[in-house]
């Protein structure tokens, strides 16, 4: 019999989604730093994924109708070298036995980690290389910066440790990209924060700001007074970027210029359109959209968990009330910032997990993390191009 709830939903039409882009699995809920920005949950547990785990979820990703071309495993959501590397050979074995078995489209598999970089040494370099996995680390910056907030757990800084994990791939010329948190304690320090990843070899950065969601119920850049300091740490760094002439490379800079030079504007994100981006758990668990959601309890959705791998595929969870609901407010969201925002063709409606733990709800539109990383950035740059073109009108609009 059919669910009455269900019957105030649309139809979903499943082809609009994916193709699978990310998939973040989660090798280990266990993180040896306490970084107080964390949004993880039990990162104190030590809790790991079952290799028996491995065949069913590359089955589900492999025969599952939103596969496309090519995807990137991504293992993070914890610090996902605290697994020795005898898991990882295990793991990969059993990839490449469930690649032979059910890739029938033959999409090409790639993997990255994002790491903390306290555990890299010669022996994790030689298996990142031999399996040409791509590495991020985070990085906040200068010592003084980055140990404010990322300490172990017997509260002592972390920096030292990283900067070596950073020098065995240096070493070994990987090639890596750093994510690095932006906190209130960042936004003093634009030219120390650029000149000490410049001076150190680091040219490809992008920021994440201290945002609040998960266990992270506060961030420091809601102080008074935090937005003209940003936009004025952010315009510092594009003087310092332009400086170097292409040799450094931030990720949000790119991103609004890539947009901009190719005339191209965003109808959506991969943290909004569903099935672009799965993320999976250490039980199996999987959920779409964000994966700093995933294993929360959001109220009114409960947990944003929307199957297991042992007994739903990804298509099947798209009937139930729970992903209904979700999606439902989701795309009332991107509806919302389309027709209230002028930044929506450089933004694509914003990440869900950002909506709802600043406003409650994925049915809203305006966050501090848009205003922050889309609206202030594109009004720099096209501040700068205009001024570069010796143009007086600006051209907001064509960012609609």
Not at 1 to 29: E, R
Not at 310 to 316: A, P, T
């Amino acid at each position: 019999m059919t669910n009455p709830t269900l019957l105030k939903y649309q139809k979903i039409d499943l082809s609009k989604f994916g193709p699978i882009n990310l998939v973040v699995i989660q090798a280990t809920s266990f993180c040896n730093l306490n970084c107080d920005y964390c949004y993880l949950p039990n990162r104190d547990l030590k809790n790991t994924l079952s290799l028996d785990l491995i065949e069913p979820i590359f089955k589900n990703i492999l025969t599952s109708p939103f596969i496309g071309d090519e995807f990137t495993v991504c293992w993070h959501a914890g610090e996902p070298l605290a697994v020795p590397i005898s898991f990882y050979e295990s793991a990969f074995k059993l990839i490449q036995e469930a690649d032979q078995k059910y890739n029938q489209k033959q999409a090409k598999i790639w993997h990255s980690v994002q790491t903390n970089g306290t555990y890299i040494n010669q022996k994790w370099c030689d298996f990142i290389q031999e399996h040409n996995i791509c590495v991020g680390v985070s990085l906040d910056g200068p010592e003084f910066i980055h140990d404010a907030h990322r300490q172990t757990r017997k509260g002592t800084g972390s920096h030292a440790q990283t900067m070596r994990g950073i020098s065995f791939l240096q070493k070994n010329d990987i090639p890596f990209y750093v994510i690095s948190v932006v906190t209130q304690d960042s936004l003093n320090y634009a030219d120390e924060i650029f000149h000490f990843f410049r001076e150190n070899g680091i040219y490809d950065l992008g920021f994440n700001l201290e945002e609040i969601e998960g266990v992270n119920q506060s961030s420091t850049l809601e102080a008074v007074g935090t937005s003209e300091k940003y936009r004025a740490f952010m315009q510092r760094f594009w003087e310092l970027t332009s400086e170097v002439q292409g040799e450094f490379n931030l990720r949000e800079f790119e991103a609004i210029c890539g947009l901009i030079y190719s005339n191209s504007r965003l109808t959506q994100t991969d943290m909004n359109n569903p099935f672009v981006l799965i993320n999976i758990d250490y039980q199996g668990n999987f959920s779409t959209f964000d994966p700093e959601l995933l294993s929360v309890n959001i109220e009114p959705y409960g947990n944003f968990i929307l199957g297991n791998v042992l007994k739903d595929s990804f298509e099947s969870v798209c009937d139930t009330e729970k992903f209904q609901k979700i999606y439902a407010d989701m795309q009332e969201g991107i509806k919302l910032c389309r027709e209230t925002c002028e930044y929506f063709g450089v933004c694509g409606g914003g990440a869900g997990s950002n909506k709802y733990w600043e406003n409650g709800t994925f049915a809203c539109s305006e966050t501090m993390a848009c205003r922050y990383r889309i609206k202030i950035v594109t009004d720099i740059i096209l501040e700068q191009l205009e001024n570069s073109l010796g143009l007086v009108e600006n051209c907001y609009s064509n960012s609609k």
